[in-house]
């Protein structure tokens, strides 16, 4: 092999390691921003947009502003992951009560604020959502 094959190679592969490194620092971040079910938790995106500016960005009010939020988002996933997963249910009141225990115990994993936009990310348990929808799905005979 030549001496210019060689040096075309070194520059070549550090454009490639140094690509690798930028593209897995962004790709850890990402991996976390999804919304939806995964395994026995739903994580909910709230992105809002027209943010209040006396409202201090992580704030306690500001946290709580976001919980609710994340709540209502939270409900209209869930009532549509039950209508397609479990088509009937023997005692829908006692699904629905699991459903507002569940958004009790939203946590919020991150925020992200901009100039003029925030997103955050909030994480519902679904195990006792989904133990209670099997039962009464089993009591049905559905599912």
């Known amino acids: ?11 070549l592969l550090m454009i490639i390691v140094m690509t690798m490194f930028a593209c897995s620092g962004k790709d850890l971040r990402n991996a976390r921003r999804y ?9 909910v995106c ?3 947009t027209a943010v209040d500016e ?6 306690v009010q500001h946290r709580k502003q976001v919980l609710e939020l994340g709540k209502k988002r939270a409900v209209a996933l869930l009532i549509g992951h039950l209508r397609i997963t479990y088509t009937a249910l023997a005692d829908a009141g006692a ?11 939203g946590t919020i994993i991150a925020i992200e604020c901009k100039e003029d936009w925030c997103e955050s990310f909030i994480d519902f348990p679904l195990k ?16």
């Not at 006792?128 to 599912?143: H, W």
Request: aromatic content about 2%.
């Open 35 to 43: 919304e939806g079910v995964k395994g026995d938790t739903l994580r």
């Open 46 to 48: 709230v992105r809002e």
């Open 54 to 59: 006396d409202l201090e960005k992580d704030s």
């Open 1 to 11: 092999m030549d001496k210019s094959y060689h040096g075309a190679c070194i520059p």
């Open 95 to 105: 699904v629905e009560k699991k459903i507002i225990e569940a958004l009790e115990k």
């Open 128 to 143: 006792d959502i989904i133990d209670e929808a099997e039962k009464q799905a089993a009591g049905n005979g559905t599912k």
